[in-house]
């Protein structure tokens, strides 16, 4: 397979060459049925309408299958089932579409799965690469490029980067699951620049929307919330808070994920 940084070129030369034939296409059934009979040029304008027709249909459903191909590939990759994705989503960029929403999902798909590879450099570059794109009616597709941005750089120790990520968040209106995507991210952050005092700014609605989050997120929010009570002095709360993101998660894996959270288990040993 290619390369990503070969994928998203060949992913701009396909938005380009779609945007010229749509172009093109336009101005042969203006000129066919406006500006050619004004000048006298000799040309059906019904036949030629009728050709741009064919070929347009012809390329419009060869456009349906190809944004048809990488529509399983989120749920392979919550399955683990990264190879599968990988096919897909390669497929799906290697094949022609008029659309322009089709080549941007799969870019974005193709970074959900690096995301899951733990491919945070490659996840990063094909984020930057999507955020820089027009991306007019898939706006929205933005919050969640956004987000991957962060945790990859977050994952890279970019600090800057990723503090100029998180800032485009708050500037969006966000749902439920991407505020609390956001509460992660935004902890992990302060927790990096030892912003403990921030971090525990009202620490009562964080802990319950930490109770909304999927396992893994919740055992390491509520963990790095105990470590900003730790370095705050208020160990009662610390060791609280401890105590919960135990019950999700064993003490081992947050420590490896986060090893600055090593202080709130002396015992874990620290990864090399």
């Known amino acids: 397979m290619i390369s990503d940084i070969a994928k998203v070129s060949r992913i701009r030369r396909d938005l380009t060459l779609a945007?010229?034939?749509?172009?093109?296409?336009?101005g042969a059934s203006i000129l066919a049925v406006l500006i050619g009979p004004r000048l006298g040029l000799p040309m059906n304008g019904a036949l030629v309408l009728l050709v741009v027709a064919i070929i347009w249909t012809a390329?419009?459903?060869?456009s349906?299958?190809?944004s048809r191909l990488a529509s399983d590939s989120p749920s392979l990759i919550a399955m683990g089932r990264f190879d599968e994705a990988e096919h897909q989503i390669d497929a799906a960029i290697r094949s022609f579409s008029l659309f322009r929403a089709a080549?941007?999902?799969s870019l974005h798909h193709l970074a959900v799965l690096r995301h899951?590879?733990?491919?945070?450099?490659?996840?990063?570059m094909l984020c930057k690469a999507l955020l820089a794109q027009r991306l007019g009616s898939?706006?929205?597709?933005?919050r969640p490029s956004l987000l991957l941005l962060a945790d990859d750089l977050l994952q890279l120790n970019d600090l800057p980067g990723a503090y100029m990520a998180?800032?485009?968040?708050?500037?969006?209106?966000?749902g439920l699951v991407e505020s609390l995507s956001l509460l992660g991210l935004q902890l992990d952050y302060l927790a990096r620049v030892q912003q403990w005092d921030a971090m525990l700014a009202g620490l009562p609605s964080k802990v319950q929307l930490a109770e909304l989050m999927p396992s893994a997120p919740s055992a390491r929010s509520q963990a790095l919330l105990a470590l900003a009570a730790r370095k705050s002095s208020r160990q009662e709360l610390s060791q609280w808070l401890a105590r919960r993101a135990q019950t999700l998660v064993d003490p081992t894996t947050?420590?490896?994920?986060?090893?600055?959270?090593?202080?709130?288990?002396?015992?874990v040993a620290v990864p090399a």
Do not use: H, Y
């Open 59 to 62: 390329l419009w459903f060869r």
């Open 103 to 105: 080549k941007l999902v």
């Open 19 to 26: 945007a010229i034939l749509q172009a093109v296409f336009i």
């Open 138 to 142: 898939l706006r929205a597709i933005s």
């Open 64 to 66: 349906i299958k190809g």
């Open 116 to 124: 899951a590879q733990r491919r945070w450099r490659e996840s990063a």
């Open 254 to 267: 947050l420590v490896t994920e986060r090893p600055f959270l090593s202080p709130l288990w002396p015992d």
């Open 166 to 174: 998180l800032r485009g968040l708050f500037e969006q209106n966000l």
